[in-house]
Protein backbone atom coordinates (compact mmCIF):
# COMPACT_ATOMS: atom_id res chain seq x y z
CA UNK A 1 0.00 0.00 0.00
CA UNK A 2 1.25 3.31 -0.76
CA UNK A 3 1.40 6.33 1.80
CA UNK A 4 0.89 9.78 1.40
CA UNK A 5 2.22 12.62 3.92
CA UNK A 6 -1.51 13.71 3.90
CA UNK A 7 -5.08 12.42 3.11
CA UNK A 8 -6.33 13.50 -0.20
CA UNK A 9 -9.54 14.51 -0.50
CA UNK A 10 -11.25 14.69 -3.96
CA UNK A 11 -14.99 15.30 -4.95
CA UNK A 12 -16.88 14.87 -8.63
CA UNK A 13 -19.26 17.15 -9.71
CA UNK A 14 -21.92 17.91 -12.32
CA UNK A 15 -25.47 17.64 -14.02
CA UNK A 16 -27.83 15.16 -13.47
CA UNK A 17 -26.97 12.44 -15.78
CA UNK A 18 -23.79 13.71 -16.46
CA UNK A 19 -21.65 10.42 -16.02
CA UNK A 20 -19.70 11.26 -12.60
CA UNK A 21 -20.28 8.62 -10.66
CA UNK A 22 -19.36 6.55 -13.46
CA UNK A 23 -16.21 8.53 -13.06
CA UNK A 24 -15.86 7.98 -9.39
CA UNK A 25 -16.03 4.40 -10.00
CA UNK A 26 -13.87 4.55 -12.66
CA UNK A 27 -10.82 6.70 -10.75
CA UNK A 28 -11.32 4.47 -7.66
CA UNK A 29 -10.71 1.12 -9.02
CA UNK A 30 -7.38 2.88 -10.98
CA UNK A 31 -6.11 4.54 -7.53
CA UNK A 32 -6.71 1.03 -5.54
CA UNK A 33 -4.82 -1.11 -8.67
CA UNK A 34 -1.72 1.51 -8.17
CA UNK A 35 -1.72 0.78 -4.64
CA UNK A 36 -3.58 3.82 -2.87
CA UNK A 37 -5.92 3.73 0.36
CA UNK A 38 -9.15 5.02 -1.17
CA UNK A 39 -12.42 5.97 0.38
CA UNK A 40 -15.63 6.53 -1.43
CA UNK A 41 -18.71 7.74 -0.52
CA UNK A 42 -21.06 10.45 -1.71
CA UNK A 43 -23.53 13.21 -1.02
CA UNK A 44 -25.89 14.39 0.23
CA UNK A 45 -25.32 10.70 2.35
CA UNK A 46 -22.51 9.18 3.43
CA UNK A 47 -22.70 8.35 6.85
CA UNK A 48 -26.14 6.55 8.92
CA UNK A 49 -27.70 9.76 10.11
CA UNK A 50 -26.25 12.01 6.47
CA UNK A 51 -28.00 9.31 4.58
CA UNK A 52 -31.31 9.87 6.31
CA UNK A 53 -31.23 13.05 5.90
CA UNK A 54 -30.51 12.24 1.77
CA UNK A 55 -33.86 10.13 2.12
CA UNK A 56 -35.91 13.72 3.70
CA UNK A 57 -33.72 15.35 0.87
CA UNK A 58 -34.38 13.48 -2.23
CA UNK A 59 -38.64 12.34 -1.49
CA UNK A 60 -40.96 13.01 -4.40
CA UNK A 61 -43.15 13.48 -1.05
CA UNK A 62 -41.83 16.39 -0.45
CA UNK A 63 -41.96 18.62 -3.63
CA UNK A 64 -42.11 22.13 -2.96
CA UNK A 65 -40.02 21.99 0.20
CA UNK A 66 -38.45 25.63 0.84
CA UNK A 67 -35.52 26.23 -0.63
CA UNK A 68 -33.60 27.65 2.50
CA UNK A 69 -35.08 24.57 4.17
CA UNK A 70 -33.15 22.23 1.45
CA UNK A 71 -29.74 24.14 1.82
CA UNK A 72 -29.92 23.74 5.40
CA UNK A 73 -30.56 20.05 5.34
CA UNK A 74 -28.03 19.71 2.73
CA UNK A 75 -25.22 21.46 4.81
CA UNK A 76 -26.54 19.13 7.81
CA UNK A 77 -25.85 16.32 5.80
CA UNK A 78 -22.84 17.24 4.76
CA UNK A 79 -21.49 17.83 8.39
CA UNK A 80 -22.20 14.80 9.36
CA UNK A 81 -20.82 13.19 6.68
CA UNK A 82 -17.59 15.40 7.15
CA UNK A 83 -17.41 14.07 11.25
CA UNK A 84 -18.48 10.98 10.56
CA UNK A 85 -16.35 9.85 7.45
CA UNK A 86 -14.68 12.42 5.19
CA UNK A 87 -12.06 13.71 8.78
CA UNK A 88 -11.47 10.64 10.03
CA UNK A 89 -10.08 9.42 6.66
CA UNK A 90 -8.23 11.84 6.09
CA UNK A 91 -6.76 12.04 8.84
CA UNK A 92 -5.74 8.20 8.36
CA UNK A 93 -3.62 10.05 5.29
CA UNK A 94 -6.86 8.30 2.74
CA UNK A 95 -7.74 9.24 -0.90
CA UNK A 96 -11.46 10.21 -0.28
CA UNK A 97 -13.52 10.59 -3.20
CA UNK A 98 -16.64 11.71 -2.90
CA UNK A 99 -19.66 12.18 -5.25
CA UNK A 100 -20.56 15.46 -4.89
CA UNK A 101 -19.87 18.05 -2.47
CA UNK A 102 -20.09 21.84 -1.25
CA UNK A 103 -20.01 22.86 -5.18
CA UNK A 104 -23.49 20.89 -5.59
CA UNK A 105 -24.86 23.51 -3.08
CA UNK A 106 -23.72 26.16 -4.89
CA UNK A 107 -24.91 25.03 -7.97
CA UNK A 108 -28.44 23.58 -7.29
CA UNK A 109 -29.05 25.70 -4.61
CA UNK A 110 -27.41 29.00 -4.34
CA UNK A 111 -27.51 29.77 -8.23
CA UNK A 112 -30.83 27.56 -9.88
CA UNK A 113 -33.11 28.39 -6.48
CA UNK A 114 -31.79 31.82 -6.33
CA UNK A 115 -30.60 31.82 -2.79
CA UNK A 116 -27.47 33.15 -3.79
CA UNK A 117 -23.96 31.67 -4.46
CA UNK A 118 -21.65 33.41 -2.02
CA UNK A 119 -24.47 32.97 0.88
CA UNK A 120 -25.03 29.27 0.14
CA UNK A 121 -20.71 29.31 0.39
CA UNK A 122 -20.61 31.07 3.58
CA UNK A 123 -23.40 28.72 5.39
CA UNK A 124 -21.57 25.41 4.25
CA UNK A 125 -18.21 27.37 5.15
CA UNK A 126 -19.79 27.09 8.63
CA UNK A 127 -20.94 23.53 8.22
CA UNK A 128 -17.59 22.28 7.28
CA UNK A 129 -15.35 23.97 9.34
CA UNK A 130 -13.69 25.24 6.01
CA UNK A 131 -13.02 22.38 4.70
CA UNK A 132 -12.90 22.07 1.18
CA UNK A 133 -11.55 19.52 -1.55
CA UNK A 134 -7.93 19.42 -2.82
CA UNK A 135 -9.27 18.70 -6.39
CA UNK A 136 -12.52 19.14 -8.01
CA UNK A 137 -13.28 17.06 -10.76
CA UNK A 138 -16.22 18.61 -12.92
CA UNK A 139 -17.86 16.41 -15.35
CA UNK A 140 -19.39 18.93 -17.89
CA UNK A 141 -22.50 17.49 -20.33
CA UNK A 142 -25.10 19.13 -21.00
CA UNK A 143 -28.42 18.84 -19.11
CA UNK A 144 -30.21 17.57 -22.38
CA UNK A 145 -27.42 15.07 -23.11
CA UNK A 146 -27.85 14.16 -19.05
CA UNK A 147 -31.61 13.33 -19.24
CA UNK A 148 -31.56 11.26 -22.33
CA UNK A 149 -29.12 9.00 -20.53
CA UNK A 150 -31.07 8.78 -17.52
CA UNK A 151 -34.62 8.36 -19.53
CA UNK A 152 -32.60 5.42 -21.53
CA UNK A 153 -31.74 4.01 -17.89
CA UNK A 154 -35.56 4.36 -17.31
CA UNK A 155 -34.75 4.64 -13.44
CA UNK A 156 -37.19 6.58 -11.20
CA UNK A 157 -36.59 10.03 -10.93
CA UNK A 158 -35.72 11.96 -7.36
CA UNK A 159 -37.37 15.52 -6.19
CA UNK A 160 -34.22 17.18 -7.66
CA UNK A 161 -34.40 15.38 -11.17
CA UNK A 162 -38.10 15.73 -11.17
CA UNK A 163 -37.70 19.73 -11.75
CA UNK A 164 -37.64 21.42 -15.35
CA UNK A 165 -35.14 21.99 -17.88
CA UNK A 166 -34.72 25.15 -17.18
CA UNK A 167 -33.85 24.74 -13.55
CA UNK A 168 -31.36 21.76 -14.22
CA UNK A 169 -29.92 24.58 -17.24
CA UNK A 170 -29.60 26.92 -14.30
CA UNK A 171 -27.92 24.46 -12.15
CA UNK A 172 -25.32 23.78 -15.12
CA UNK A 173 -24.61 27.89 -15.39
CA UNK A 174 -24.38 27.62 -11.33
CA UNK A 175 -21.39 25.07 -12.07
CA UNK A 176 -19.84 27.51 -14.58
CA UNK A 177 -19.66 30.59 -12.32
CA UNK A 178 -18.04 28.08 -9.11
CA UNK A 179 -15.44 26.99 -12.53
CA UNK A 180 -15.10 30.63 -12.48
CA UNK A 181 -14.25 31.45 -8.89
CA UNK A 182 -12.30 28.75 -8.37
CA UNK A 183 -10.42 27.72 -11.54
CA UNK A 184 -7.70 26.46 -9.73
CA UNK A 185 -9.27 23.41 -7.85
CA UNK A 186 -12.09 22.76 -10.21
CA UNK A 187 -10.84 20.89 -13.51
CA UNK A 188 -13.50 19.84 -16.10
CA UNK A 189 -14.05 16.55 -18.03
CA UNK A 190 -15.88 16.37 -21.15
CA UNK A 191 -19.15 14.56 -20.01
CA UNK A 192 -20.61 14.39 -23.49
CA UNK A 193 -18.10 11.72 -25.20
CA UNK A 194 -18.64 8.08 -24.65
CA UNK A 195 -18.56 7.13 -20.68
CA UNK A 196 -15.56 5.15 -21.18
CA UNK A 197 -13.67 8.32 -22.59
CA UNK A 198 -15.29 10.34 -20.00
CA UNK A 199 -14.17 7.85 -16.94
CA UNK A 200 -10.22 7.61 -19.08
CA UNK A 201 -10.06 11.69 -18.78
CA UNK A 202 -11.34 11.49 -15.01
CA UNK A 203 -8.64 9.28 -14.38
CA UNK A 204 -5.83 10.99 -15.76
CA UNK A 205 -6.60 14.09 -14.04
CA UNK A 206 -7.03 12.31 -10.10
CA UNK A 207 -3.39 10.31 -11.07
CA UNK A 208 -1.63 13.23 -12.49
CA UNK A 209 -2.85 15.33 -9.40
CA UNK A 210 -2.41 12.83 -6.71
CA UNK A 211 1.07 11.19 -8.02
CA UNK A 212 2.42 15.22 -8.66
CA UNK A 213 1.98 16.07 -4.99
Known amino acids: MKTLDKGIFITFEGNDGCGKSTAVR ?3 DELVKRGYDVVVTREPGGSKIAEKIRSLILDNDNMGMDSRTESLLYAASRREHIVKVIKPALEKKQIVLCDRYIDSSLAY ?18 AT ?9 FVVADPEVGFQR ?13 EDIKFHKDVYLGYM ?17 TLEEAVNEAISVVVNFVEGK
Open 177 to 193: KACEKYPDRIKKVNGEQ
Open 129 to 137: EGLLPNLTV
Open 109 to 126: QGYARGIGIDEVYEMNMF
Open 150 to 162: IRKNARELDRLEH
Open 26 to 28: GVY
